[in-house]
């Protein structure tokens, strides 16, 4: 199981961002911290690489994201094949 810490960096369209603080609350591989201006805590708890990369890609595609910044991350499980898949050859 992999575990991230990542702060997002809302835009000011208020509605965008409701729509995305409410589809943050109903996914249970997500914990919502206290907004703070334009900067939005969260935790993602993933079993895999290839789920968090999901994430990454609906994320940054949502109208209210500016940016996303990791604070932590924790690799649990993974393998070293397991990255290769993601990343691809070298």
């Known amino acids: 199981m992999n575990f991230s ?17 409410s589809r943050l609350a109903s996914d249970v591989r997500i914990d919502v911290g206290e907004r703070q201006g334009p900067r939005l805590p969260i935790t993602l708890e993933a079993p895999d690489l290839r789920a968090e990369r999901t994430f990454w890609a609906e994320i940054y595609d949502h109208p209210a994201v500016v940016d996303v910044h990791v604070v932590y991350h924790h690799f649990g499980g993974d393998t070293e094949q397991d990255h290769r898949e993601i990343r691809g050859p070298t």
């Open 5 to 21: 810490g990542l702060v997002i960096t809302l835009t000011a369209d208020e509605p965008a961002c409701k729509r995305l603080l």
